[in-house]
């Protein structure tokens, strides 16, 4: 069933509705145009009488009378009958006078020193209000098919325009955010509805990202936050029982603010529309700079680092979490090395993070919070390090082979 302010109803009506306004507006036209044509004929055979008396007079200088009996030739305009001469003082260009009942076209012409009317009663000659009746009768015939054939042709007119539109109502009706997948919009044509299309796709697609974002948030912050918060809250404990605290414990305080630290600014950073921007980015100004801002690398001097990174290559990322990208595995070497030893460097579209190890990951260390049986971590990092490369549209794989541990960031060119 349509409904009453459906848009399908709206475009019948519409249609329908010119349909009949056209009609109507050449029916009109039509009578006019016969008008016209019938006022101008008869103006032309007054012209023309004119005309030739005048050429009489001037050949024989006698003034001839008319040769048809509907013409009548007045000395001047003050000789017509009083009511047709009051209207032309009135409005001295006008030809065409109703009188008694009959109409009358006059035309002035002028012999010798005087002006002469030439007037013709062309009651009898007139066709259009005899026929009108007649021309009315077809006219509203025609009228009647046309408006038959345009109410028939409306319809599939109308569904036919808006059969998009109801396709698209129908289908965001059905809208399921969790289920909704790209290609929302491909049925549709390229024209304003399918733009239209194209714009809920897109924005659906942004929603299920914020959500995600959101969602991954809430999650990774209510694991990863609680173990350093419990750990400080313990050691605030024993502070207030003025207990000194072990080296050991100190270390576990020291581990536990910097995991805090780090946690927070990844999944802040993980969670902000603005870090999804994408740019062009010398990777080794990148490195440099994390390098730099980690206190751990810079003031061991027993760690060796080798880099092995052209100061051309350029990637895309977001240069906020391209930086903690290399910070979590800057981080992730100095935990788990075997030899406080990292080389960076590149091998085709990949960048290689590798170290010495004698430990082995979980069968996928790039899943959520996997982590070695011997590692003191939350296991984050690496996962982290996963999700960052899947907003930057890099893939990454992890290999141990001959004592190495090694993470394959394959990166996206500008």
């Known amino acids: 069933m349509v409904k009453k302010h459906s848009i399908q109803r709206r475009i019948y009506l519409l249609f329908a509705s010119f349909t009949l306004f056209t009609c109507l507006v050449y029916s009109m036209l039509l009578l006019t145009y016969s008008w016209v044509v019938e006022d101008n004929v008869f103006n032309r055979i007054v012209s023309d009488e004119a005309q030739y008396i005048e050429q009489q007079f001037a050949k024989t200088g006698l003034i001839n009378a008319p040769r048809s009996q509907f013409l009548m030739l007045y000395e001047g305009w003050n000789k017509l009958p009083e009511p047709i001469y009051k209207e032309h003082l009135k409005d001295p260009d006008k030809i065409e006078f109703t009188y008694a009942g009959n109409t009358l076209h006059l035309s002035p012409l002028t ?149 805090l630290e780090q946690t927070i600014d990844t999944l802040l950073a993980l969670a902000r529309e603005e870090t999804q921007q994408l740019e062009t980015i010398t990777f080794l100004h990148a490195l440099e700079n994390a390098i730099l801002k980690n206190s751990e690398i810079a003031n061991t001097e027993a760690f060796q680092l080798h880099i092995e990174v052209p100061d051309t290559l350029t990637v895309t990322a977001n240069e906020q979490l391209l930086s903690l990208l290399i910070n979590n595995l800057l981080s992730n070497a100095l935990a788990h090395s075997a030899e406080k030893q990292l080389t960076i460097r590149t091998d085709g579209d990949e960048i290689i993070f590798e170290n010495p190890t004698t430990i082995y990951p979980v069968e996928n260390p790039l899943h959520d919070r996997s982590k070695g049986n011997d590692s003191s971590g939350l296991g984050l990092g690496l996962y982290l390090v996963e999700r960052i490369c899947t907003l930057f549209g890099w893939t990454v794989s992890v290999s141990t082979e001959n004592n190495m541990f090694s993470v394959h960031l394959t990166y996206k060119t500008p």
Do not use: C
């Open 111 to 259: 012999l010798g020193q005087d002006t002469y009317i030439l007037v013709a009663d062309v009651s009898a000659f007139e066709v259009g209000g005899e026929y009108l009746p007649y021309i009315s009768l077809s006219l509203i015939l025609v009228l009647a098919i046309f408006s038959a054939l345009a109410i028939a042709f409306a319809w599939p007119v109308a569904s036919a325009a808006s059969k998009p539109l109801i396709e698209l109502k129908e289908k965001v009706e059905t809208l399921n955010l969790k289920t909704f997948k790209p290609g929302f919009a491909k049925p549709f044509p390229d024209n304003e509805i399918g733009y239209l299309a194209s714009e809920i796709e897109r924005s659906m697609l942004h929603i299920q990202t914020v959500l995600k974002r959101e969602t991954d948030f809430t999650r990774d912050a209510s694991h990863e936050l609680r173990t350093p918060t419990t750990i400080l809250k313990n050691l605030a404990a024993q502070i207030e029982t003025n207990t000194p605290l072990s080296a050991k414990q100190h270390a576990q305080f020291t581990n536990a603010v910097k995991d």
